[in-house]
């Protein structure tokens, strides 16, 4: 039985989505429910706030990356177990993903509530506005009839007479007003080059926004209301996502480490399970705290996260670095992705990191984003070659040169052709974030390397 859930959109980006869904995740777990949590789009960092709230992993449910295909089969994955299932959206309800290979609108929040069979609940910004949001919530409920707006939930509410005009001018739109939150600064969210500071960084602090935000939702929004929206969801017709099914098994049991701790929070759960899932003994290292790898890592994953707010700290932590480029120098396989080439560098602004990349890196004017169709120009650990996946870029940073002799992707863009990457030995470091349900043959092929590299190593030993 698929999990209730509902979907929560907003007009535009800014006006309080990732808030109100933190808070209703939080207030919800408060009442003794499980809940899931979700985030359409690729942004690692929303979707840690209401993991921290719901105590378990937030999701992401992009399009462009796993195919709309898997979206279905992935929230069920997810939501496994779950009383209630909530979605955040991204940027506003319909605006999707701009890119060439895809129709105007493609993985909006509309487009994935669509794919959910999900009720939306719509976050408006209330804080200049008055009697003109009934036109808002009219405009947005009648847009696109195959979008069922459920309710709308106020937010940033000056005071009580302002929230009873905006209750009276949408009275006639028929979409029910299920919650007003005030104008409050006494919960917010500190943010910094990328977005919000992750809820991994602030461990105490982070705990306590969640817990502000669930108290200040569960008195503004009808939680009964929200449950009972959730609960017209009908079921899915899909069957769960399965890590298993995706990938064989590679005999061996070789040690993966994935990097973590608050330098490289940015990741997405299913890598890791299907990582373990294609016989792999996954493990964590924190290149901020720990001076060593575990003991029989046979290869190493380093993803995203902010390596520039830590560099002094990582280039302190010199055993770390040292055994990271001794496992690349003996042909241990190592995955990268932005924050992790940062790491692997010769430097970051101007500190010394890893120096398995004759690389020099350091923090940029200007953000580089959007998504990416690439292609593996050459076999490499992760890939082989003439491999096809779809990503993303978020980073401000750059790295000079910005690929090797063996570029790790290739794609085509609005300045033409584009070689990015190192895909060197037994490295492959890139800017472009993947996530491995949509190509789970990486998964697989970096365990086969680490595998191959690990019955190497134990010979050379004997």
Request: with cysteine; charged share 15%.
């Amino acid at each position: 039985m698929t999990a209730p859930r509902i979907v929560v959109a907003a007009p535009t980006s800014g006006a309080g989505k990732t808030s109100i869904t933190t808070g209703l995740v939080a207030a919800l777990t408060a009442r003794g429910l499980t809940v899931s949590p979700h985030k359409v789009g690729p942004d690692y960092i929303d979707p840690g706030y209401a993991g921290l709230a719901a105590g378990r992993p937030g999701r992401n449910l992009d399009p462009w990356l796993v195919g709309e295909e898997r979206i279905a089969p992935l929230f069920l994955h997810g939501s496994r177990g779950a009383d209630v299932a909530v979605v955040e959206g991204v940027m506003g309800l319909f605006d999707g993903a701009s890119h060439p290979h895809v129709a105007p609108g493609f993985g909006s929040t509309a487009y994935v509530a669509g794919l959910l069979r999900a009720p939306v609940v719509l976050v408006v910004d209330a804080s200049a506005q008055a009697q003109s949001v009934a036109a808002l919530v009219h405009g947005f409920a009648t847009f696109d009839p195959t979008v069922r707006l459920g309710g709308v939930v106020l937010n940033r509410v000056g005071s009580p007479r302002h929230e009873a005009i905006l209750r009276e001018a949408l009275d006639a739109s028929g979409v029910p007003v299920l919650g007003a939150v005030p104008r409050t600064d006494a919960v917010g969210t500190p943010s910094r080059h990328l977005g919000l500071v992750p809820a991994a960084e602030r461990s105490g602090e982070a705990v306590d926004t969640v817990r502000r935000l669930g108290e200040v939702v569960a008195a503004g929004v009808d939680l009964d209301a929200v449950l009972a929206l959730a609960r017209t969801a009908p079921d899915l017709d899909a069957v769960p996502w399965d890590p298993a099914a995706e990938v064989g098994v590679v005999p061996g049991r070789p040690r993966i480490a994935v990097a973590g701790g608050p330098a490289f929070t940015f990741g997405y759960a299913e890598n890791a399970e299907l990582l373990a899932a294609a016989g792999a003994e996954v493990v964590t290292v924190d290149p901020l705290r720990d001076e060593h790898l575990p003991a029989g890592t046979a290869g190493l994953v380093v993803g995203g996260g902010f390596p520039e707010v830590y560099a002094a700290e990582l280039s302190a932590n010199a055993s770390l670095r040292a055994e990271v480029a001794a496992l690349a120098a003996r042909g241990g396989p190592v995955a990268a992705e932005c924050a992790g080439l940062l790491y692997l560098a010769g430097e970051l602004d101007g500190h010394p990191m890893c120096g398995v990349l004759d690389v020099t890196t350091a923090m940029a004017p200007r953000l580089t984003l959007g998504y990416r169709a690439a292609v593996a120009p050459a076999d490499s650990v992760l890939a082989a070659a003439g491999t096809r996946v779809r990503g993303h870029e978020f980073h401000r940073t750059t790295a000079t040169p910005g690929a090797g002799a063996m570029p790790a992707w290739q794609w085509s863009g609005p300045a033409g052709a584009t070689a990015e990457g190192f895909a060197t030995g037994s490295v492959h470091a890139s800017y472009l974030h993947l996530h491995w349900a949509g190509s789970p043959q990486l998964a697989a092929r970096f365990v086969a390397a680490c595998a191959a590299a690990d019955r190497s190593e134990q010979h050379a030993h004997r």
